[in-house]
C-alpha cells in the first residue's frame, strides 16, 4: 500500500535535518558557518576583461561556426567597434563603472536575462533537476549534523554564497519579471516544511517550541497522519500552475488575493523547503533510468505528478512510493554544481547514525492548506494541465551509461576528461550534420564574490580542424592524434581563462545592454548575422559530477538544440541529453549512439599514441 511505503518518509527526511540553531537563529546563514561568511569578504570581485581582449577572443569563437565571408565581414565590424575613441571604449567605460557599484556584475547580468527575466515555463527549461539513487526504505541511520565543507579550487576559496539561498527561499512570479525572497533572511526564520501528497499541500512544523527538532520516529507519524488522511482529493491541484508561463502563471498569482490564498501561498513560499510524496510512475523496462529523470523534472503529467509540486520553492525533495528519489531546485539561487554538491553531502549523510533521543513534547498535527478556487482560476488550472502534458510530450530526454572507459584511462593517456567529452560531442554532431556546431560550456566563476556559472564557447578552430580530419581517410592517424591533444590544450586554457574572469560571452551581451541602457544607437557588431549566431548554439554541455551517483538534468531551451549534462567517473561516464521536439530534427536517441560511437572511436585514436609516463 501506498501508506506503507511512505511510513519511511520521515526517516529520510530526517536526513535532511541541519540542527536547530542552524535554523531558527536569525543572524545564523542557512547551511554555512560564521567561518565561512567571513571568508566571503575577502573573495575579489569579477573584473570586466580588456575590451581589445574580448573582442579578439570573440572573433577566434566566431571563426569556426560562421562562413568566410560572414567572419571577414564581423572582423570589419570588430575592428571598428574596438578602435581607439570608438563606440566600444565609451561602452567599455561605462560597464566598468557600473562594476564598480556591484559585487559581481555577471551575476547581475545573467539575473536580469535569464534568471528573472526568462517567461518560459520554470519546468524543463529553468529549474534544476537531480535524480538520486533508489532508496529501499530500510535504512533509519543518518542526519546531518555539521555544517556544509568549505570548497575551494586549486587551494583558493570559492564563493559559498548559493548555499546561504537554498532554504526557505522562493521565487515569486511578477508580471514583467520575478523576483525571488529568501525567507531565512527576513526576521524569524521559518520552522516549517510542506509538504504535498496527492496534489494537496500541508504544513508541517519540524521543529518543537524548545527548538529542538523532531526525530525520525516523530517524523514518521507526520508523514503517516498525512498518507492516511488523504486518500481522495476533493481540491483543485494549485501546484500545476507553478508549471505554466511565468506571464500566465503571474497573472493568475495576482488574482488569488484573498485572504485564504494569502496564507496558504505565504506558507508554501516560507517554508524550508517542499517535500513531495509521489505515486509511482509506470515504467518501461528499457526505459527504467530515463524514468526517474521524468519523475523528478516534471512529475509524469497531470494525471500523474506534476501537480503535486511547487516549482518555484528552491528547493523540493521528491519521494516516489517505489523508492525513486531526487531534488528539484529553482537556477535563479543555485548553479548545478552547488545542487549536486548539496546533493552528495546529504546522500553521504544519510549513512551517520541518529544520536538523538525524542522529545516528550506533543507533536503539532500537520496543517492542510486551503484554496479559494475561483471560476477563472479553475479554467487556468486546466490550461496548465494542458501546457504541462504538451510540454512533456515535447520533451525528448536519453541517458547513456557508458562504460567502456573512464577517468582513470584517459588520464593515463594525459587526457582531460571534461575536454575529451567536449570533443566527442562535436565529433558526434559534426558527423550526423556534416557541419561544425557552435557549442558551449557552463564553467563556473566561485573564486570571485557572488560568482556563478559563465559560458565557454568551447567550438574553436582547432577543434573543429580535428572533427574535420577524424575520419578524412587522408590524414594519418599521427596527425588526429596531434590535432585531438591540441584542442584539449586549448580547451583547458580556455576554461582556465573563464575560470579567471574572461567571459567573452557575458563581456559581448553586456556592452550591448550599455547600448540600450545609454540610448545609444546600437553598434552595427550587435546587428550583424554572426552575433546572432554566436548566441545561436546547438549543444549546450556541461559536466556535473556527482560522488554519490546522482544524476543532474540539463535544462532545455526550446529555442535553441541540445542540452547535455554528464557526470565523469574512474571507469565510466553518465551522460545524460534532452531536447525539444518541437525540432523536428533532433533525436537524442541517435545523438546518444552517436556520442558513444565518437567515444569509442577516439579510444581506438589513442591506442594509437605511447601511454603518458
Not at 3 to 30: C, E
Not at 308 to 326: C, H, M, P, T, Y
Not at 403 to 408: A, P
Not at 560 to 571: A, D, E, F, R
Request: one cysteine or more; a neutral charge; charged letters at 20%.
Amino acid at each position: 500500500m501506498i501508506q506503507d511505503s511512505y511510513l519511511s518518509i520521515g526517516i529520510f527526511f530526517q536526513h535532511y535535518q541541519v540542527r536547530s540553531y542552524q535554523l531558527v537563529k536569525p543572524v545564523r546563514v542557512i547551511l554555512i558557518s560564521d567561518r565561512y561568511l567571513n571568508q566571503q569578504k575577502g573573495l575579489p570581485r569579477v573584473p570586466v576583461p580588456p575590451l581589445r581582449k574580448t573582442c579578439e577572443g570573440y572573433l577566434s569563437a566566431l571563426e569556426p561556426i560562421i562562413e568566410e565571408d560572414e567572419w571577414k565581414r564581423a572582423k570589419q565590424l570588430v575592428e571598428a567597434f574596438m578602435k581607439r575613441g570608438g563606440v566600444g571604449e565609451e561602452l567599455q567605460r561605462s560597464l566598468e563603472r557600473k562594476a564598480c557599484n556591484t559585487d559581481n556584475w555577471t551575476t547581475d547580468l545573467w539575473g536580469k536575462l535569464e534568471y528573472f527575466g526568462n517567461r518560459s515555463p520554470v519546468v524543463i527549461n529553468a529549474n534544476v533537476p537531480i535524480a538520486c539513487p533508489r532508496l529501499d526504505f530500510r535504512d533509519k541511520q543518518g542526519q546531518i549534523s555539521e555544517t556544509l565543507p568549505a570548497e575551494n579550487l586549486g587551494g583558493k576559496p570559492l564563493c559559498m554564497e548559493q548555499y546561504s539561498q537554498l532554504l526557505s527561499t522562493c521565487r515569486i512570479p511578477g508580471l514583467e519579471r520575478d523576483s525571488v525572497v529568501f525567507h531565512a533572511k527576513i526576521g524569524n526564520p521559518p520552522k516549517h516544511i510542506t509538504v504535498a501528497y496527492n496534489s494537496q499541500f500541508f504544513v508541517v512544523e519540524v521543529y518543537h517550541n524548545d527548538g529542538t527538532p523532531l526525530t525520525v520516529d516523530q517524523l514518521c507519524v507526520q508523514m503517516e497522519s498525512i498518507c492516511t488522511s488523504t486518500s481522495e482529493t476533493n481540491t483543485e491541484p494549485v501546484g500545476i500552475l507553478t508549471t505554466l508561463d511565468r506571464d500566465s502563471w503571474s497573472k493568475a498569482y495576482l488574482s488569488m488575493k484573498d485572504q485564504t490564498n494569502k496564507e496558504s501561498l505565504s506558507a508554501i513560499e516560507r517554508s524550508i523547503f517542499t517535500l513531495c510524496l509521489d505515486r509511482a510512475i509506470p515504467r518501461e523496462s528499457d526505459k527504467y533510468v530515463t524514468c526517474d529523470f521524468h519523475l523528478i523534472t516534471h512529475g509524469g503529467g497531470s494525471q500523474w505528478n506534476s501537480a503535486n509540486r511547487w516549482f518555484d520553492k528552491s528547493l523540493q525533495i521528491i519521494v516516489a512510493e517505489d523508492g525513486s528519489w531526487g531534488l528539484n531546485l529553482i537556477h535563479i539561487v543555485a548553479d548545478g554544481t552547488v545542487s549536486m554538491a548539496l546533493t552528495d553531502y546529504l546522500v553521504a549523510s544519510m549513512k551517520k547514525p541518529e544520536m538523538r533521543q525524542a522529545s516528550i513534547l506533543p507533536l503539532p498535527m500537520p496543517q492542510k492548506l486551503h484554496f479559494h478556487v475561483t471560476p477563472d482560476i479553475k479554467e487556468i488550472i486546466e490550461q496548465a494541465k494542458r501546457s504541462m502534458d504538451r510540454n512533456i510530450q515535447n520533451f525528448d530526454l536519453s541517458v547513456l551509461v557508458f562504460d567502456h572507459f573512464g577517468k582513470n584511462y584517459l588520464k593515463a593517456h594525459n587526457m582531460s576528461p571534461d575536454a575529451f567529452i567536449q570533443m566527442a560531442i562535436q565529433l558526434a554532431y559534426y558527423r550526423m550534420n556534416k557541419q561544425v556546431c557552435a557549442s558551449y560550456e557552463a564553467v563556473s566563476q566561485r573564486m570571485f564574490r557572488r560568482g556563478r556559472v559563465s559560458l565557454l564557447l568551447s567550438t574553436t578552430s582547432v577543434s573543429a580542424a580535428f572533427v574535420k580530419a577524424f575520419d578524412d581517410p587522408q590524414k594519418q592517424n599521427t596527425e588526429k592524434i596531434d590535432l585531438l591533444e591540441k584542442a584539449i590544450k586549448t580547451h583547458k586554457e580556455n576554461i582556465k581563462a573563464v575560470i579567471g574572469g574572461h567571459d567573452i560571452v557575458a563581456h559581448i551581451i553586456a556592452l550591448r545592454l550599455q547600448a540600450v541602457e545609454n540610448k545609444l544607437p546600437m553598434p552595427d557588431i550587435f546587428r550583424d548575422i554572426s552575433y546572432k549566431k554566436i548566441l545561436n548554439y546547438q549543444f549546450a554541455a556541461s559536466q556535473v559530477t556527482s560522488n554519490t551517483g546522482s544524476v543532474g538534468v540539463h535544462q532545455v531551451d526550446e529555442n535553441s538544440g541540445y542540452s547535455l549534462c554528464y557526470s565523469v567517473h574512474n571507469s565510466h561516464f553518465i551522460i545524460e541529453m534532452a531536447t525539444s521536439n518541437t525540432h523536428k530534427r533532433l533525436n537524442t536517441r541517435h545523438l546518444i549512439q552517436n556520442m558513444k560511437d565518437a567515444l569509442l572511436d577516439m579510444r581506438a585514436l589513442l591506442e594509437q599514441a605511447p601511454r603518458a609516463t
